[in-house]
């Protein structure tokens, strides 16, 4: 039988869709611990489900679009481990393909593979917990690691006075700890194209809600490591093109032809290329063509990040395709043999 608090817990969800246990104490002049008790009956029962923690909790109502039809958990040592053939794999166990519209998937195509491929380089964690839950409406995914936490880590790298500041850094985008490898760049438009974002570690959390278009903060109990969850409409309208467009400078052209493409690169006084990032911009939906030409002309060298992606990855998932690289110089060839000895 339902008690009385009970229904005013109801009729408070059903009027404005959240809660916060000060709320309801005050309003009905009942003790935190006795509501707390009710709480914990809705929450497992799915009725609700609780945001932020400690002073920030909230409880909100749970829609259809929270209800999981499919979920995948698994555990990878981080030592050799690919974040490409962990996305594959991820891909065929929850058959992707048909799950989601075709922004949804290259939307979580680059947010996964940029955020594991973080856990894996920088994290210092020997292990990576990843939990993706497929919902009536939405995919979201949960990536885990046990390492120096991501706050911590920039605050060492780049001497800042704090994880605080650290955070701030986050916000601003585009910031790297290692700058002879990557840009920054693939946290910095993974913010920008999914629904929600969300970065916690150590006593600090980040939030990108880009459904309401802003960003939020809180501190909460220490978590070792660094916990990023982020989730999608599974027929989302965002598109991944539009964000790299909007957020990104134009570093390349394209000549396009009926079957091939060429794409020049433009090095800025002797820019260099590095990230996976900048590949994934540079080739994305250029699978339709059969050929695509690569011009490194004055490029004087590429990371390993941005030839593995280009010249590995690219070629495996999309196995027509061919590749070919142009006015390359001896150190760019090297990287590019280097990087297909490896597959």
């Known amino acids: 039988m339902q008690s009385k608090l009970d229904k005013l817990i109801q009729n408070k969800l059903r009027k404005q869709g959240e809660f916060t246990i000060k709320e309801l104490s005050a309003e ?5 611990q006795a509501i707390h008790k009710h709480v914990k009956n809705f929450l497992n029962h799915g009725t609700i489900k609780k945001i932020g923690s400690t002073r920030g909790t909230k409880y909100v109502k749970t829609d259809r679009s929270d209800t ?3 979920q995948l958990r698994r555990t990878y040592q981080t030592k050799e481990l690919l ?3 962990v996305l594959e794999s991820v891909k065929i166990a929850l058959d992707l393909r048909h799950q989601m519209n075709t922004n949804a ?3 979580f195509s680059y947010a996964f593979t940029e955020i594991l491929n973080n856990a894996i380089e920088h994290s210092q964690s020997e292990r990576v917990l990843i939990h993706i839950e497929l919902k009536t409406y939405t995919i979201s995914c949960t990536i885990r690691d046990y390492g120096v936490g991501i706050f911590a ?5 780049l001497g800042l006075p704090s994880e605080e500041v650290s955070l701030q850094e986050l916000i601003k985008g585009k910031a790297t700890t290692d700058p002879e490898r990557h840009t920054g760049e693939g946290l910095f438009f993974t913010s920008r194209s999914t629904d929600l974002l969300q970065i916690t570690s150590h006593r600090l959390s980040l939030i990108f809600d880009n459904k309401v278009k802003d960003i939020f903060t809180s501190i909460h109990r220490f978590l070792k490591g660094t916990d990023v969850d982020f989730s ?3 027929n989302t309208k965002r598109n991944l093109t539009d964000s790299f467009n909007e957020f990104a400078g134009m570093e390349y052209d394209y000549t396009f032809s009926k ?3 060429k794409v020049k690169l433009f090095a800025r006084d ?3 290329f590095l990230s996976r990032s900048i590949a994934k911009r540079i080739v994305h939906r250029l699978e339709q063509f059969e050929e695509i030409i690569i011009d490194f002309t004055n490029v004087p060298m590429i990371g390993q990040g941005f030839a593995d992606q280009i010249f590995r990855v690219f070629p495996q998932q999309h196995p027509h395709v061919k590749i070919i690289p142009k006015n390359a110089n001896r150190a760019i060839n090297t990287m590019i043999r280097h990087v297909l000895s490896e597959s």
């Open 270 to 272: 002797r820019e260099r």
């Open 259 to 261: 079957t091939s493409v």
């Open 28 to 32: 009905l002049g009942i003790s935190r």
């Open 153 to 157: 880590h920039m605050q060492d790298r």
């Open 83 to 85: 974040e490409d053939e």
């Open 232 to 234: 999608i409409s599974r």
């Open 105 to 107: 998937r290259e939307i």
């Open 68 to 70: 999981t039809t499919h």
